[in-house]
């Protein structure tokens, strides 16, 4: 048989491991009932179908659900096991919330939650109760929970434009990707107008409100119909894989790649979202890029909020987040798409007027105009308000006397030197000296200044150099077209001093990011080696045990201040070592304030961290209630130690999360040799 046809022929081997995953039973199951709007029967079709599952023999539990008072939805708790819930108080009013520790310790085959999209009480483990779902589904449980069309991320624009109403609880769509199985609750729009009419959905005054808003007729159709799209979709996923995995030829599709490009502003949660489901209608991988240029550190703290929400969201929803540097965000983003194969860009339509694109070419402008093959989509951005952020402080006009008057100050001293020149070169040559003091003040003090540099000169070589002399008139149509031209070429040279000094800022921060790490790296190389100080210090075997620890200490502190060193070049925040002690709990190794210390609520989410090897604390999706961040050390998938920042994770830029990432890779190598050793 042919090359061609073998690879016709060979199972996927990506599509194969996802099959081989379907039938592991390590991980539980997940069977998700979906409906398309409240009151459609999810919650009793799901209790239905508990006690078949009961009637199996198989070991189901209530972790939580919401009858609503429905007194037909109460009847089918009875006989049911159910996990008491935990008593949450909160401003002096208690929330019940689900008792996920019960749960795990009681370890029931199978666990009913109603309402996945639901947000926790404050100081839960988890901030979403779709995030306890994915913990009991990793340790073996087979989960059964309910959700509406609309609660789901990809679908939160849409929705509000059918109903008017943005949806605040959201889940990511990897989960109806990940669910085993979806049961599609669909009831006619009669049938569910019946029920709200007989105050089965609402009490009688509610249910009036509702029918007269949410529940209007166009709505549910529009509604019913995207919930049997986004399942056709899943469905459509699945056979694919199942195709590519079994070797059946087929058609499939082309070789797609999707690329949304963010800026730091409301708008790009909603391009996520766009190009999430671009993406997943054709089947293809997609990109979240942002192109991170000089100008980035003068973003102020909200548009910094914006930028890492809209990151945080793209690998939510299982994108591939990368940042770009460069001066040209245009120039980048083609580079990017070339290199790569995208097929299609996303991209927000821009909001300033066309004259303004006219002087200041746009990314979009670029992209328009280039020669490639890729769709380019322009989204309109449909925020509800209007971003009216002030800009940073930087990018705003300040007036500085020492500049202006530095500028001023270079301009007479070119107008002297002009005085000594004149002797030996001809008067309309002179006004070219004076781009001296308009290129020195572009180097030194930017934009304006070399502007105000430049019209100081042509008034000083008009009064002082031009006939009739001191005076501010021109004669000779030459003495003009000289002072023209050199006015553009001032105004071009500045804006070229300014374009490269930016590029040789960016080339800095990448060497200066390069350099941190290859300086990590030498230090630990410069730590001895296991075997070195063993043979240095032990003659006999007997002596092992007494001279260990004292080398594991000495060590280890090593490493720990190398550590702190290092990422307070990357984040200026308290930060904590933390590696096992004598007694077998994580203690503090180093840190980089003496003064801060970490509390008793915080080690807890250390020892969480360090246990399940996952990211916690501030501003994550587990334990986020405390004011540090943990960060796991692994080795081999093996937890070797724990990062703490008191900082906000989400609010880090991805090129701080990647220095700490590396940081944290390259001391696990270091510390795994030390850690494993008996105190």
Known sequence: MSNSSDEI?????????????????????????LGYAPGVGKTYTMLQEAHVLKKRGEDVVVGIVETHKRSETEALLENLEIIPRQRVEYENIVLEELDINTVLSRRPSVVLIDELAHTNAPDSRHPKRYQDVEELLNNGIDVYTTVNIQHFESQMDVVAKITGVRVQETVPDTLLERA???????????ELFQRLKEGKVYIPEKAQQAMQNFFQRGNLVALRELTLTLVARKMDTELLNYMKAKAISGPWPAGERVMVCIAPNPYAPQLMRRAYKIAKDAHAEWYAVYVSTPALKDLSDIEKSHLTAALNLAEELGGK????????????????????????IVIGKPQQPTMFEFWKSSPVSNLLHAQADFDLLLVTPSTEKKYNEEKPASQKFTFSPRDYGMALAMVAAVTALNFLLEEFIHQRSLVFIYLIATIASALLFGTIPSIFASVISLLAFDFFFVEPRFSLTMNHTYDIVNTVIFFFTSVVVGQL???????????????????????????????????????????????????????????????????????????????????????????????????????????????????HGETAGAGTQTLSNVKVFFMPMKALEET?????????????????????????????????????VAS
């Open 180 to 190: 085993d199985e979806v049961q599609v609750i669909d009831i006619p729009l009669e």
């Open 640 to 676: 070797v130690g724990v990062i703490g920042i008191r900082y906000e994770y989400r609010h880090l830029l991805l090129d701080q999360r990647r220095l700490l990432g590396a940081i944290s890779n390259l001391s696990s190598l270091a510390v795994a040799r030390w850690v494993s």
């Open 497 to 611: 001093v300014k374009t490269t000094k930016q590029q040789n800022l960016a080339l800095h921060l990448r060497l200066q990011r390069v350099s941190l790490i290859e300086e990590m790296s030498k230090e630990f190389l410069m730590l001895p080696p296991v075997e070195q100080l063993v043979g240095g210090f032990i003659q006999h075997p007997d002596e092992w045990k007494g001279i260990m620890p004292l080398l594991r200490t000495t060590v280890l502190d090593d490493i720990s201040q190398i550590m702190t060193k290092y990422i307070a070049g990357v984040i200026d925040a308290p930060s904590y070592i933390l590696f096992k002690g004598n007694s077998g709990r994580l203690q503090i190794w180093a840190r980089s304030k003496p003064e801060t210390n970490l509390d008793t609520h915080e080690m807890a989410v250390a020892e969480w961290t360090y246990d």
């Open 9 to 33: 022929t060979r199972p996927d081997p990506d599509a194969l491991l996802k099959e081989i995953g379907h039938e592991e039973t390590k991980r539980g199951r997940l069977k998700i009932f």
């Open 321 to 344: 987040v990368l940042t770009l540097m460069g001066v040209d965000i245009g120039e980048e983003i083609l580079r990017f798409a070339r290199e790569n194969n995208i097929t299609r």
